[in-house]
């Protein structure tokens, strides 16, 4: 049943347990449009396979509780952002229903009920219903709600007049001023430390082309995660961040989404290689980790090659730029 902004909400109020389901590796439109339903309406916020980077960082600082793979009896799961079931890992739906803004909407014909709307971001849906309905809208939900509309509209590159009419009506009701959103954002993360591991990553990287695709290693003594998102940020395609800790090799690795598209899967790769290297690996397609034995110049070496072995599979797949002007 197709539902408008006020009813959606009243249909809400009829349920005590809800759950705000996101989207695998939720972004910032996901978990900001659950928290702002959340805080409306009350629930639990649930995600699956966690957060993405900017999320995380969202998450921590606005102290935005969350459920990783939930389970347990809810009375009502809403699907937040999400088009289609693969994006829930194959989560079991009973009773749902879904508030999304994608394109299609297979998920919205065993709904109980569920709102749509072709807009930029799921959370100017979630705002036209708050306002419909009168809600009030404190700091932390605009903030949630102003971080998912910026994240979803690539920095305001896809933004409609609505986009900017939503973000100026949060900037308005709750006095947030557009810098802090922006400081918040930033792929700098505030920590010194973590800074000199960003720079030093940076610093160390060693940097090879193949094709218009770019691979990097480096190594850092901590917070290679972040560090490895770090050379994703500043302009690499795949990187591998090594550090060694007592006799263990610790790789963090990330990959841009266009490598993902073209057959690049770091889960697969960790699992490979640590088997080489008498470790343990695994994680996501674009972001995972393994812990090994041996020489870290080796281990980096291996990744590389395997990296390479998989583009030179693709020869004709078109490198990044081409391939993101035609998806437009
Ligand atoms: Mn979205």
Not at 90 to 106: E, N, Q, R
Not at 209 to 225: A, Q
Request: aromatic share 6%; net charge negative; with cysteine.
């Amino acid at each position: 049943m197709e539902l408008n902004e006020s009813e959606f909400f009243n249909q809400l109020l009829d349920y005590n347990n809800i759950l705000y389901l996101c989207h695998r590796n939720a972004d910032p439109d996901a978990l900001g449009s659950a928290f702002a339903l959340k805080e409306a309406v009350g629930g639990t916020i649930g995600v699956i396979e966690g957060c993405d980077r900017v999320a995380s960082q969202i998450a921590g600082q606005l102290n935005i509780e969350f459920v990783n793979e939930p389970n347990g009896d809810f009375d009502l799961v809403v699907v937040v952002d999400t088009s289609t079931p693969a994006q829930l890992n194959g989560f079991p739906l009973k009773t749902y229903a879904v508030i999304d803004h994608h394109a299609s909407t297979s998920l919205n014909e065993k709904a109980a009920f569920y709102l749509h709307r072709n807009k930029s971001s799921t959370a100017e849906i979630v705002l036209e219903v708050l306002m419909k309905t009168g809600a009030p809208i404190m700091r932390r939900t605009a903030f949630a709600l102003i971080s998912g509309i910026i994240t979803d509209t690539g920095n305001f590159r896809h933004a409609t007049s609505d986009s900017f009419k939503a973000v100026a009506e949060l900037l308005e009701l709750s006095g947030i001023e557009y810098s802090e959103v922006m400081d918040m954002l930033s792929s700098v993360p505030q920590d010194v430390s973590m800074r000199i591991a960003f720079l030093k990553a940076a610093q160390r990287a060693v940097i090879e082309r193949v094709d218009d695709w770019i691979i990097v290693t480096s190594r850092v003594s901590s917070f290679g995660g972040a560090a490895a998102s770090g050379l994703i940020s500043i302009g690499a395609d795949v990187v591998f961040v090594a550090s060694k800790q007592d006799d263990i090799v610790k790789v963090s690795a990330r990959a841009r989404r266009e490598a993902q598209n073209v057959g690049v899967n770091l889960a697969k790769l960790m699992e490979d290689i640590s088997v080489k290297f008498n470790g343990t690996g695994g994680g996501h397609e674009g972001a995972a980790g393994m812990d090994v034995q041996g020489e870290m110049e080796n281990v980096l070496d291996a990744c590389v090659e395997y990296v390479k072995s998989l583009l030179k599979k693709n020869p004709d797949e078109k490198p990044v730029q081409e391939k993101l002007s035609q998806m437009r």
